[in-house]
């Protein structure tokens, strides 16, 4: 099962109102668990060739995040609203370039299209290229190189006008 599989499953249990769902294949087994400490659903995921002790990775949900958004000015937000939201699917080190040595992938400003590369979330040691959904231009980048993301947390603002 590859990782795009599993973010596809945490995100419909989620939005499905479920409280546990376990899933057996031949090579492994994952248990997610809603409605535990935080909204953010529970995943629980061990290969079972390998019989090692269920670990419990929970995609916390930013808290600061609510905290930061009452701060600002309700015209601001007004704002923000004609634009698309591009957040991240995974949690991970949110990078600007494929590596040191190389252009950024987006600018502020840059005009972008469906399936472009915006930037690497790197998870577990694994590279993962995120493509944008929707076509328009850069208007904000919201996360610094090199710093944590949280699953759905938003990265770049999209004017698709």
Known sequence: ????????????????????????????????????????PAVQYAPVQQQIPQVQAQAPVAEAQPASQATTPAPAATEDSKYITIKSPIIGTFYRKPSPDKPLFVEVGQTI???DVLCIIEAMKLFNEIESEVSGKIVKILVDDSSPVEFDQPLFLVDPS
């Open 113 to 115: 299209a469906e399936g």
């Open 1 to 40: 099962m590859e990782i795009k599989e599993i973010q596809n499953l945490i995100k419909f249990v989620a939005k499905s109102g479920a409280s546990e769902v376990k899933l057996e294949m031949d090579d492994i087994k994952i248990t997610i668990k809603t409605g535990s400490e935080s909204d953010a």
